[in-house]
């Protein structure tokens, strides 16, 4: 009977997923980027503005009142975690609002929307369920993907150059130098080599680094511990004897290749239609040359995914298929005067073209942005010594004071950030150009202050306008 059960059930749930595809089309969204780009935010703001219809002028199903329901449905997917969207709206919502938890590991949300069709079957034909499955994860795992072509002694050799001259690593650099790699393994030797390695990446992460491969030693999610994030880069001794330190190194690096990389790409990223990248890229441009020159060497690696063409292992799992739709948006434009906004949009195309201009990711329609999932301020031009500034006026974290801000101009010019300064001086933007941490405004705003967003509809009818 087990046998039985189980066959029935698989023909249920065979004819669920026909039906499911054949009447009711599922829009697997993929929300990715660096660590605090604005993903949960994104997310959560996206969710609630769906839910709560009217202020999305931008996505034309809602503009045309064609969207008659939008609610929150159990996910297709069981054993992954839910993307926590109530405590974080709850956050956002409270009183005394407050930012919600940052993404640490891949999440799931389905939000169902009740559709009727626009244009000539309009009158034929009622409205149909249209499911959005929102897939958040960490960009930093995408920087993964580069591992799966190199061998440990590659990767070491890599990471060790990139870091010889870093500050932050000397601590690690002379742990590693002073370890004997051909020993015979011992554990609480390998635990701290890939602890040092481990403060090492966090310490270059804050320092405006962005390329932190291993991905999951940032944000292990759930793998915390396990052998295969035990390890770290070493120098190969010459012929490196069986169970030593530096065979076993080999050994968990080639483990998390084959068994956290691979399962991720073919279990999450394989399976993804439309893709979000989002980008900080006013924190980097706050962060100064190094930070815009590493964020965008990032961005490259990054969207190196979305052209499997270059990866073996990415071209058979995807088997043809592909993302039809990627958008690159920079976040946090509420920091900016919204007469700054096209300056922003242009940096992020810039930050982009490279990876653009080599592959046009297999065919994927393309579009760069400036978005703010949630507006924390509004807009004020004050008189300041004679001159009118273009401000944004918005609640201090810090303090919980009102304040009105002038960031400073970003260059017309994006190349004028993307180039190093050719005297060798860290020359950097003219006024010192700043960003402030506000605090959320309250998901309300009055009637009068503007959307509690900006373009977060643009962004939606981009990515999913066409299919509803
Ligand atoms: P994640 O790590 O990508 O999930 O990033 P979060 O969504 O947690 O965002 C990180 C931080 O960026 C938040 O705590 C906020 O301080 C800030 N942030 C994100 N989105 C916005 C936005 O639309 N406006 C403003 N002003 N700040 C934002």
Known sequence: TDIADGLTRRVENVTDTLSETLFEPVIRLGVTGLSRAG??????????????????????????????????????????????????????????????????????????????????????????????????????????????????????????????????????????????????????????????????????????FYDCTPGRFLLPGDMAGSPALTFAPLAPPDSPPRKSLWREMERRFEAYKAQIVKPFFRDHFARIDRQIVLVDALGAIHGGPQAVEDMRRAMADILSAFRPGRNAFLSRLLMGRRVEKILFAATKADHLHHTQHARLTAIMAALTREARDRADFAGAETQSMTLAALRATVEETVRHNGRTLDCVRGRLLETGKQAAFYPGDLPEDPARLLTPARDGADKWLDADYQVMNFAPARLTLRPGEGPPHIRLDRAAQFLIGDRL
Request: aromatic share 6%; charged share 25%; with cysteine.
């Open 39 to 208: 993903k949960t935010v994104f997310i959560t703001s996206l969710v609630a503005n769906l839910m709560d219809r009217g202020r999305m002028p931008g996505l034309l199903a809602a503009s045309e009142g064609r969207i008659s329901a939008a609610f929150l449905q159990p996910q297709p997917d069981d054993t992954v975690p839910r993307f926590d969207y109530e405590t974080h709206l709850a956050a956002l919502t409270a009183p005394d609002p407050r930012w919600p938890d940052s993404t640490r590991a891949v999440s799931e949300l389905r939000l169902s929307l009740r559709v009727r069709p626009s244009g000539l079957l309009a009158g034929l034909s009622g409205p149909r369920t249209v499911h959005l499955d929102i897939v958040d994860y960490p960009g930093e795992w995408l920087l993964d993907l580069a591992l799966l072509d190199k061998s440990y002694t590659d990767w070491s050799a890599e990471v060790l150059s990139r870091i010889a001259n870093r500050p932050q690593a000397a601590a690690y650099l002379e742990q590693a130098r002073s370890t004997d790699t051909a020993a015979r393994l011992d554990e609480p030797v390998a635990q701290s080599l890939a602890k040092g390695f481990t403060a090492c990446l966090h310490a270059a992460r804050d320092a405006g």
